[in-house]
């Protein structure tokens, strides 16, 4: 019997690129199929071509060993095969069963919703999708919006379901319930692809994994047959620690205080809503939550980049909130940002440049006159060299360089500024394991230092390996905060995924053991 789906030799070039180089996978009925690799490695376009947003250069794709053309999304429909993007597909102000049958041939005038929702129920009784056909989009929760999106491609008769990085907007709870729902698939006969860069992920929910590296396949191997440092291995081709060894040691005194912040977001409308939190010198504190509760506001009202409406911020007393941002750089408080390419760096500027960007009067001459490249040059070699920055000049464009160098650049003259505090927002997204291996050892020497470090992370696991504390931020509120590691790992990650899910911690007393930090605000 052939495998439900065959990719043979599939071959994809962009300019100056080759994304997927040869590249062959078999998956099949009832399996868990996880691909594995880091940005970069070739994953997305090989799913494109698979999903036919985007035509191979050579190669061919079987179904069931029959040779498949596909021109476009409609015909991968049309062949059993869905795919659910990291951001959903949904229109928020449709119902459940509206957005499930929208785009569907017409039987008649008109569609028949009723018989629609009936069947929708059947499939969610069937799959374990508990999802009511009537409720909008726009009430749901992040993780009932994806059992929406799963529903679609049932109602589609799909048998082979692609998820694109389908936790990254999860609780630790929604990820289980997800985890459940792809087992009872694969059990009654459907194939599902999951791309994936978390290594925990495939070990906890796949049947088999193939590892993909700069757009070639380094090997597919059943997961009962592999490790996480064996996998690990092959994603980056060396050894990576993935434990984090971080020390024992006494925070010191509070360094960056966030009093009753009131921040609003883009729209107008509240993002940020009375915030509380105090950072210690030689302290990480962790701020974890789902995407979108408000940390960005929170980190761009740190640094003078949005308006804060009500509240304060202070840095070793001093009070920054009415500060720009030259101002609270020039009072030591760091930053580095979400997206290290449109924020963090400018692109066609050399890595000297960069490596100066926010600090440039310290590199002039003649009373701050002209700029002294010779100083400047001096400084991004010393960068370059201390934080091992993979590149053939300092005077190359750093929008050229891979993530993980641009990472270290940016983390580098945050880090040669020797802040008094830094905000860090999700500073490995997007990175290989080890160049996150190597930045959460620059995040740890700096705690050792004795700066104060916010640490905003939507990895679950990044939060708990780093931080000395914990807060959950929800909606703009502070749920929260934990001492980090002060109870059995399963447990605190079952309470901050309540946390994050929007339980205040005080509401959670049956569930907590030690590790409640000082109150709600910390």
Do not use: C
Request: no cysteine; hydrophobic share 40%.
């Amino acid at each position: 019997m052939a495998p439900l789906l065959e990719l043979r030799n599939i071959t994809k070039q962009f300019p100056g690129v080759l994304a997927d180089d040869r590249v062959s996978l078999t998956v099949e009925a009832g399996q868990i199929h996880a691909l594995l690799g880091e940005n970069g490695a070739g994953k997305s376009t090989l799913m494109h071509i698979l999903y036919g947003l985007s035509r191979a250069d050579a190669g061919e794709i079987l179904l069931e060993g029959q040779p498949l053309q596909l021109h476009s999304p409609a015909d991968a429909i049309a062949h059993g095969i869905g795919m659910i993007h990291q951001d959903f597909m949904l229109i928020p102000r449709f119902s459940v069963v509206e957005n499930v049958v929208i785009g569907l041939q017409k039987d008649g005038p008109q569609l028949d919703l009723r018989s629609a929702a009936l069947r929708l129920s059947d499939l969610a009784r069937q799959y374990g999708l508990v999802v009511d056909p009537e409720a909008r989009v726009e009430h749901l929760s992040v993780g009932v919006q994806q059992r929406v999106e799963i529903l679609k491609l049932l109602y589609r008769h799909a048998r082979l379901l692609i998820l694109d990085e389908p936790t990254g907007v999860l609780t630790p709870q929604e990820t289980e319930g997800l985890f459940a729902v792809l087992r009872r698939l694969a059990a009654q006969g459907h194939a599902v692809l999951l791309i994936t860069h978390k290594l925990h992920e495939v070990i906890a929910v796949a049947d088999q994994v193939t590892v993909l590296r700069d757009g070639r396949v380094i090997g597919s191997l059943p997961v009962r047959q592999s490790s996480a440092r064996q996998l690990a291995r092959m994603m980056v081709g060396r050894e990576v620690t993935l434990r984090v060894d971080k020390p024992a040691q006494q925070a010191g005194p509070p360094l960056l205080q966030i009093t009753d912040l009131q921040v609003r977001g883009d729209n107008g409308q509240p993002k940020v809503r009375g915030v509380t939190l105090t950072v210690h010198g030689g302290e990480i504190l962790g701020l974890a939550g789902v995407d979108g509760n408000g940390q960005s506001e929170l980190a761009e009202a740190l640094m003078g980049l949005r308006p804060v409406e009500a509240g304060q911020v202070t840095l070793a007393k001093k009070d920054l909130t009415r500060h720009s941002p030259a101002a609270r750089r020039a009072s030591h408080l760091g930053y580095i940002p979400a997206d290290r390419r449109q924020v963090g760096s400018i692109g066609p500027l050399s890595i000297a440049y960069n490596a100066v960007l926010g600090t440039l009067r310290r590199y002039t001459t003649w009373g701050g006159l002209f700029l002294n490249p010779g100083h400047i040059d001096r400084h991004a070699r010393h960068l370059v060299n201390e934080f091992d920055v993979r590149t053939p000049s300092i005077h190359f464009e750093a929008g050229k360089l891979s993530g993980g160098n641009l990472q270290k650049v940016v983390l580098g003259r945050e880090l040669l500024a020797r802040p008094t505090a830094l905000v860090v927002e999700q500073p490995t997204r997007g990175l290989d394991v080890g160049a996150t291996e190597y930045v959460h050892r620059q995040l740890l020497a700096e705690r050792s230092r004795g700066a104060a470090l916010l640490l905003i992370s939507a990895e679950l696991e990044e939060i708990l390996a780093l931080s000395d504390r914990i807060a959950v931020l929800y909606q703009g509120k502070i749920m929260g905060v934990l001492t980090a590691g002060a109870q059995e790992s399963n447990s605190q990650i079952e309470l901050l995924g309540l946390m994050m899910a929007g339980s205040p911690l005080a509401s959670l007393s049956n569930l907590h053991t030690p590790g409640r930090s000082d109150g709600p605000h910390g």
